[in-house]
């Protein structure tokens, strides 16, 4: 019997060694997991933080674009209206022509085509000297006839206003890709805030796989701690059983042996021998006087 309980705390203190490790086991994965959760919980916030950003860079870009528009169709009213004002100024030039025999636009071509020739190509000296002589009589006639034209009060005017109009495109132009450099900008930082939260979301899901497979492992660990815990309450149980038979026996093995040894006092008391105090004291716990 003493082997049969000796046995059984071995078993028990096994046991009981083994779900301790387990409970450790558990709360160490229940602190992974808490770590884990604080961790997607902190990336989540850093989500929003980034959605709200590329929310607001989109909304500015596509403003700046609808601005860009409307500027692209205010520098082509400008361009439009120069381009007018340029063949008025054509029309003026050629009426001047007739009248002088001269051709300014003809004169302009000629120059500009002989410049080219002299950037360009190889001649000698000569022809070089020549070349420039030229030149130098077409810049004369140009002019001449410009001040000519610069007389015409129309002409003036016109040429005014399409000088006003060419600044007004030019400077419209500039606005426009102001606009479009602020829209592009916007973009850009719009695509990198995307990447970044893309690769938020791939190391949230990957946080999250973790956290439930964490969990899962925890929950075995628990049962496993818990069949244990049950063998161990089993095991307590049969031992408290075997506890108190033996009590049990040993209580009723001495009140057997207290019995005989109270009649044997008896037995002497009724032969009328002489009894101690602790002998009648006897007698009378086991009801015998």
Known sequence: MEESIEA?????????????????????????SKKLAEERDTLNTAIRKIRNEI???????????????NAKV????????????KKEIRTIER??????????AALRKQLNTLETDQMTKPMSP?????????????HAKIKKQEELLNQDPKLKKALEEEKQLKQQAEKQHEHVESLASRAQQEHEQMITLITKLD?????VNEVQENIVNTKIKAD????????????????????????DQQFKRKRKSEESSFQKEANDIFERFKRGE???????MALQKAGLI
């Open 8 to 32: 059984q705390k071995q078993q028990r203190d096994e046991l009981q060694k083994t779900a301790n490790e387990l409970k450790d086991q558990r709360n160490s994965l229940h602190t992974i």
């Open 55 to 69: 929310s607001e860079h989109k909304q500015k870009r596509d403003e700046l674009n609808e601005r860009v528009k």
């Open 74 to 85: 205010q520098r082509d009213v400008f361009n439009e209206k120069c381009q007018e004002t």
């Open 95 to 104: 009426k001047q022509a007739s009248s002088t025999g001269t051709n300014l």
């Open 126 to 138: 000569q022809k070089e000297k020549k070349l420039i002589e030229t030149i130098s009589e077409l």
């Open 199 to 203: 690769n938020l979301i791939k190391r």
């Open 220 to 243: 075995d660990v628990h049962r496993e701690f818990i069949t244990h815990v049950d063998k161990i309450h089993e095991l307590e149980r049969s031992l408290t059983s075997e506890w």
């Open 274 to 280: 002489k009894l101690s105090t602790e002998d009648l």
